[in-house]
């Protein structure tokens, strides 16, 4: 794997017989690039829920962009296809790989409705570009904002890989495929997604959740309600991640103190950024810093 490291974040995740889900995260002001080997066996999946990026083939002389609430499926049996991604600034982008087999193992039974697994099309490659239904966006985001325990974590990213398979082929008008009724109406789910990039954009003076629940015109337990399903958790639980994790990068730049990255985040005080960052990664600010460097 190549990557870039800087503040950007990349993640992947083995969750069920070769089966991977990738995140890449750029909280950065640059474009980043990241790579991966992929052989012929696998079809990808490529869903895009903040900012933008863009696919390269072919030594770059092939690009597939993706911009915000899209996906790519993308499949050729015929040759490999190693991903390089660029990732634009303030993006999010969450990949699904799997082989073709796995695929046809879950469809057998309905292969016919997808017009890549019937007899005819086998061996040929697949492109396909789509939106992201708010249904598909809550299990995106709780897969890039998983806030359980390490020991299972396995056990759902397994689940929610399946989930999101299975919405992505879902019929529409077959069933109801949300979860929560409340966020059946995309606006919600629009509302819910504004609420988010508020107090991130806000972190170091954070509105109450009040005052957040105000801004974006819903009531303040539909507020709660919503973001924790959509993002699985509670919004300042779901804001505390987030500036640790902010605060981790900005140390591991090495060019801010622990007290300059103590301000951007939002704490007064050292001791208390210090504290938080503790309970957070188990160590201080400074032994994160300093095992870096050894």
Same mark, same amino acid.
């Not at 398979?165 to 009724?181: G, K, M, T, W």
């Not at 919600?188 to 509302?191: D, E, L």
């Not at 699985?232 to 640790?244: I, N």
């Given at each position: 794997? *190549?990557? %870039? !490291?800087?503040?950007?974040? +990349? ?9 991977? =889900? ?5 909280e950065t002001?640059?474009?980043k690039l990241?790579?991966? *080997?992929?052989? %012929?066996?696998?079809?990808?999946f490529?869903?895009c #829920?903040?900012g933008a990026?863009? $696919? ?5 002389? +092939?690009?597939?962009? !993706?911009?915000?609430e ?23 982008v969450?990949?699904?790989?799997l082989?073709?087999?796995?695929l046809?193992?879950?469809f ?7 017009? $890549?697994? %019937?007899?005819?099309n086998?061996g040929?490659?697949y +492109?396909?570009?789509a939106?992201?239904?708010? %249904?598909m966006? !809550? #299990? !995106?985001?709780?897969l890039?904002n998983y806030?359980?325990?390490? &020991? ?8 929610? &890989?399946y *989930?999101l398979?299975?919405?992505? $082929? ?7 495929? *949300?979860?929560?009724?409340f966020l059946v109406?995309?606006d919600? =789910?629009?509302?819910i997604k504004r609420?988010?990039e508020?107090?991130l ?7 109450s ?6 801004? #974006?015109?819903l009531p303040?337990n539909r507020?709660?309600?919503g973001?924790?399903?959509?993002y699985?958790?509670?919004? $300042? ?8 994790e902010?605060?981790r ?7 801010h103190? #622990?007290n300059e =990255?103590?301000?951007k ?5 050292? &001791?208390?950024?210090?504290?938080a ?8 600010p ?6 870096? &460097?050894n």
């Open positions: 794997m *190549e990557k %870039s !490291i800087a503040q950007s974040i +990349y993640d992947e995740t083995l969750v069920d017989s070769d089966i991977f =889900v990738l995140k890449f995260t750029n002001a640059d474009n990241f790579k991966r *080997e992929v052989s %012929s066996s696998y079809i990808q490529h869903f #829920v903040k990026a863009s $696919f390269s083939f072919n030594n770059g002389n +092939y690009r597939l962009p !993706i911009s915000d899209t996906s790519l499926l993308l499949y050729n049996p015929q040759r490999d296809m190693p991903i390089e991604v660029a990732v634009s600034p303030r993006s999010w969450l990949s699904l790989l082989p073709i087999d796995n046809h193992a879950l057998s039974r309905d292969a016919g409705y997808i017009s $890549f697994l %019937s007899d005819e086998k040929r490659k +492109y396909k570009d939106p992201i239904s708010p %249904s966006a !809550i #299990v !995106i985001n709780q890039l806030n359980l325990h390490s &020991s299972v974590k396995q056990l759902y990213f397994k689940a929610k &890989s *989930e398979l299975s919405l992505y $082929f879902n019929r529409p008008a077959d069933v109801n495929i *949300e979860q929560c009724p109406d995309e919600n =789910v629009a509302k609420a988010k508020i107090i954009r806000r972190m170091a003076e954070p509105p959740l009040q005052q957040l629940a105000d801004e #974006v015109q303040i507020l709660k309600e973001f924790k399903q959509v699985g958790d509670t919004v $300042f639980s779901f804001l505390f991640d987030h500036k640790m902010y605060a990068q900005l140390l591991a730049t090495g060019s103190n #622990v =990255v103590g301000l985040i939002g704490y007064s005080t050292a &001791s208390h950024f210090i504290a960052f503790k309970k957070k990664y188990g160590t201080t400074k032994r994160f810093v300093m095992a870096l &460097s």
